[in-house]
């Protein structure tokens, strides 16, 4: 080899690693103040790669004024969506999407954060039925959003996957509501007209009905499958409506059904309370703690629930069926052979007993009130 061949060789084998670390350009960071994402292989345990939070920065002080503002609830993130338009991507116009999961176990949530309770565990290519997005952009071991999500396209949710972790176009974000204007039907009933803008520039107008109480100052209206324009990456659950700056805020992802007549909330909105449809001659009514969605009642009521502040009127209906399974307390069955002791025989076929009772919702415990004769609703 000739002392000049020499030479360039020696060039080379130098500039050589300077060349491959200029293209590679990246090195492992130390990890502090860590969680880890939301896959692992035991109730006690999450095991996946550690992210590091973002503390300080500024694009987390933007978040936090979005969070803050008291004229939207679903805020836009500080993660930048794609822009893209409405012809790059054909989605699917379903009220589900179904979506294999890419992990080898992944944990479902009883609610959108690593920190609610591990319900369940699926597995690697097992398929869920997307029924909903989280009103808010995450970092779960990268950005993306909660999911909620069934077994079967028609049954009920068993609660919430990370985007992550399923088969899904992870461009996709929640649709945001904005105020058009009020709306009132031939009967009188009130509706709002919201215009809905989407991703992919999808946008479209949604006229929803509105439910107030007596005394309350806010309205409140569902979206969910049963409203025909709802979509897979849409908020469900219950919404208000302020009339005063025609602000709206989602509240719950609970609400809503095809048997449900309205929802809403304690003037705190500590507790939503919802029709949950017909059941002979009352109907149901479930109330949830707000906060964790969590079932704390399941009864009737007839015609009003006359809500005063945390106390409504229930009632439980003397019947048969509700004797022989025990959905009907023993004073109730005393109370309702007393009052029927006193009709005469003709008006006893008339109509089904209801004992009604005040409940309190902070102790749950019912005072009675009185019987009646309850006719069909």
């Not at 095809?258 to 149901?284: I, K, P």
């Not at 009642?297 to 809500?307: H, P, R």
Request: a negative charge.
């Amino acid at each position: 080899m000739t002392r000049k061949s020499l030479f360039l060789f020696c060039i080379l084998f130098i500039s050589l690693p300077l060349f491959s670390y200029g293209f590679y350009d990246y090195e492992e960071e130390e990890e502090e103040n860590v969680y880890v994402d939301d896959y692992g292989f035991s109730d006690d345990e999450d095991f996946g790669s550690v992210i590091k939070e973002k503390e300080g920065t500024e694009a987390a002080e933007s978040s936090e004024e979005n969070l803050n503002n008291p004229d939207w609830g679903l805020q836009p993130s500080y993660w930048e969506h794609p822009q893209l338009t409405y012809e790059d991507y054909s989605f699917a116009t379903e009220k589900t999407y179904a979506a294999r999961v890419t992990e080898k176990k992944v944990n479902i949530r009883s609610g959108p954060s690593t920190s609610t309770k591990k319900k369940s565990v699926v597995h690697k290519d097992d398929v869920l039925y997307v029924r909903g997005f989280d009103q808010e952009l995450q970092n779960v071991d990268g950005p993306g959003y909660w999911l909620l999500v069934s077994e079967a396209e028609r049954s009920d949710p068993i609660g919430w996957i990370y985007s992550k972790y399923l088969d899904i176009d992870h461009n996709l974000y929640p649709g945001r509501f904005s105020f058009v204007k009020t709306q009132t039907d031939s009967k009188g009933n009130l509706s709002l007209l919201l215009k809905l803008s989407r991703c992919y520039g999808d946008t479209s107008y949604v006229d929803v009905i509105l439910w107030k109480n007596a005394g309350q100052d806010f309205y409140t209206f569902t979206w969910g499958p049963v409203n025909p324009e709802f979509k897979y990456y849409d908020v469900p659950g219950t919404f208000i409506w302020n009339p005063e700056n025609n602000s709206i805020k989602h509240v719950s992802y609970t609400g809503g059904g095809y048997d449900s007549l309205w929802v809403t909330f304690t003037d705190d909105m500590e507790y939503l309370l919802q029709d949950a449809g017909r059941s002979s001659t009352a109907r149901l009514l479930n109330i949830y703690e707000t906060a964790t969605d969590t079932l704390i009642f399941s009864g009737n009521y007839y015609k009003d629930i006359f809500l005063d502040g945390k106390t409504l009127v229930v009632a439980e209906i003397y019947n048969s069926w509700n004797i022989g399974n025990g959905y009907i307390s023993k004073e109730s069955i005393k109370k309702a052979e007393e009052f029927k002791n006193q009709l005469s025989y003709e008006n006893r076929d008339k109509g089904e007993i209801l004992v009604r009772y005040k409940l309190n919702l902070d102790t749950l415990k019912m005072e009675y009130i009185n019987c009646i004769l309850s006719v069909a609703q």
